[in-house]
Nanobody, 119 residues
């Protein structure tokens, strides 16, 4: 099970940190990913981190987002800075690796947390 939290309403240029608590599987042996879905659009890969937490990949090279994990408490994080209105979406954590063209199966996602960027 994956349970996200930390979403909310934030002004453009603001920051948020999302959390995802995992249970029911051996967290520290899995790649973990963040995926988002904006209204009317398909799901979009954001980032993936390796099981140890010392390697990550990002869809966006600019560096506004940072993925991290704490294997001691089975938690995945996504720190988001300089948020823009087009970052508005439902944000999901997912078990497994991902790329721009391949996402984990839907059954391995959490329920999502809403992020709204608006003034």
């Amino acid at each position: 099970q994956l349970v996200e939290s930390g979403g909310g309403l934030v002004q453009p240029g603001g920051s948020l940190t999302l959390s995802c608590v995992a249970s029911g599987f051996t967290f520290n042996t899995f790649y973990m990913s963040w995926v988002r879905q904006a209204p009317g659009k398909g799901p979009e890969w954001i980032s993936t981190i390796n099981p140890v937490g010392n390697g990550a990949r990002y869809a966006e090279p600019v560096g506004r987002f940072k993925i991290s994990r704490n294997n001691a408490n089975n938690t995945l994080y996504l720190q988001m800075n300089n948020l823009r209105p087009d970052d508005t979406a439902l944000y999901y954590c997912a078990k497994g690796t991902a790329t721009k063209t391949s996402l984990p199966r839907r059954s391995d996602w959490g329920q999502g947390t809403q992020v709204t960027v608006s003034s």
